[in-house]
């Protein structure tokens, strides 16, 4: 063995020896001051970003120590120092925090944030925080050990901490991507209403992702939303300069737009589509994707036409993105316009066939997407089927713009949804000829 080898191996023992040693006098010291002062020295290795420091500090028996003086009872230096080191090892390594995590960390940590004390409770949601963005698997865990009804309390307990507010957007954010059980949502709800009302941006784009998770969900309670003016609030976001909070408040509103007639009345009383007709022509292609998408979920609804709102600028606005470079947004674009030619009416539909609109996707069967093809299909079937009095113009434009070859092609189109289209359309096309 070299005298390297030596040097390390008595360094190793040393250190092994002095976390012994503080943890025996942590644990044996009678003097509140001289616990507190062993304890302060056990933390403070904690602090210094060395894994393997805090591995040896873990096997050596540290976490059982740190978790009881986190449970010292009004003892509160004590408490924020513990909570501390239980910080320093939750942001190391995963196995650290794994570690943590199977020690029983969490609930204690819930626990503290019930704590009268300003900055056990800041320092406990901190933690908890740097748990909750580490993975879902610790989101679920932390579910589980009730960190829902815990944070609750705790932010109405200190409405007006700066430190709070911002860690509770963010866990909030985190733990929405768990499918939640009405219970949950029904206690996460009121506080969400009551975040997304903050200046920060950081708290408001939280607390915005928070919904999106929650809205992803088709089985979430969506009257909530209304209840709570949640949906209000989210469309006035549209009127921001950020491109991430216009994106992910669009996302949002899409979800929500989904769902009942109620929501999407109150979405049309609060000026959804003065905010989606220039936002489908906005600068930025995230911006347009996104607002694309919400209002394609808008047209899908029969119900958004109850105020005839759907005007024939909107319509060429929608049309300009079909030439767009950025794929995603070509997709959104048919995606809205094929919902507008299923739910639109006589005279939207009139209007569409009077623009270059089915040169333009006839010319776009060539895409290799066959979700694209599909509704591209779809579209020119909707237009033919709801064209009454305007039947043979249409077929007409349709006969003259599509490539019968590719039609034919599509015919035996693997995707059975993509033949049976194309197969409708042959037949439309042909019935048309034999009356002109």
């Not at 290795?45 to 009004?74: E, S």
């Not at 307990?157 to 963010?170: D, G, Q, Y």
């Not at 929501?263 to 936002?279: F, G, K």
Request: aromatic share 8%; charged share 20%.
């Amino acid at each position: 063995m070299t005298s390297n080898s030596q040097d390390d191996l008595a360094k190793e023992e040393l250190i092994a020896k002095y976390i012994k040693k503080l943890i025996k006098n942590v644990e044996s010291l009678q003097l509140p001051h001289k616990q507190l002062q062993a304890f302060k020295s056990l933390v403070l290795m904690t602090k210094v970003r060395d894994d393997k420091l805090i591995g040896n500090l873990i096997t050596l028996g540290g976490l059982p120590v740190i978790l009881r003086c986190a449970k010292q009872k009004n003892d509160f230096e004590m408490q924020i120092e513990a909570i501390c080191a239980l910080t320093n090892m939750i942001t190391g390594c995963k196995d650290h925090l794994d570690g943590v995590m199977k020690a029983g960390a969490f609930p204690v940590l819930c626990h503290l944030l019930n704590s009268y004390c300003l900055q056990v409770c800041e320092q406990s949601v901190n933690a908890i925080a740097n748990v909750v963005v580490s993975g879902k698997i610790y989101c679920e865990q932390a579910i589980d050990k009730g960190i829902v009804r815990s944070l609750s309390y705790m932010y109405y307990l200190h409405p007006s901490s700066p430190i709070i507010i911002r860690r509770v957007a963010c866990i909030l954010r985190y733990i929405c991507r768990v499918k939640l059980c009405y219970t949950l949502v029904k206690k996460i709800i009121p506080v969400i209403r009551a975040l997304i009302y903050q200046v920060d941006k950081d708290i408001k784009l939280d607390i915005l992702y928070a919904i999106v998770y929650l809205t992803d969900n088709i089985d979430f309670p969506f009257k909530l939303i209304l209840e709570y003016g949640v949906l209000k609030h989210m469309i006035s976001f549209l009127d921001d300069s950020d491109i991430k909070i216009l994106t992910t408040a669009l996302h949002g509103i899409g979800n929500c737009l989904k769902d009942t007639k109620k929501l999407v009345e109150s979405a049309l009383d609060n000026n959804i589509l003065q905010h989606l007709n220039i936002l489908v022509i906005h600068n930025e292609s995230l911006v347009r994707k996104s607002a694309l998408f919400c209002l394609g979920e808008l047209l899908g609804n029969p119900i958004s036409y109850v105020q005839d709102d759907i005007s024939a600028q909107l319509i060429v606005n929608i049309y300009i993105n079909l030439t767009d470079e950025d794929f995603d947004v070509n997709k959104e674009t048919i995606y809205a316009l094929m919902n507008l030619s299923a739910t639109g009416s006589k005279d939207h539909i009139f209007t569409l066939a009077n623009m270059e609109f089915i040169s333009t996707i006839c010319d776009m069967l060539v895409y290799s997407d066959w979700e694209i093809i599909k509704m591209i299909l779809k579209l020119i079937l909707n237009l033919i089927a709801r064209s009454e009095e305007y039947f043979i113009t249409i077929t007409s434009l349709v006969r003259n713009h599509i490539d019968f070859t590719m039609l034919e092609y599509l015919m035996q189109h693997e995707n059975t949804d993509i033949q049976k289209f194309a197969m409708e359309i042959y037949t439309d096309l042909n019935y048309e000829s034999y009356i002109v």
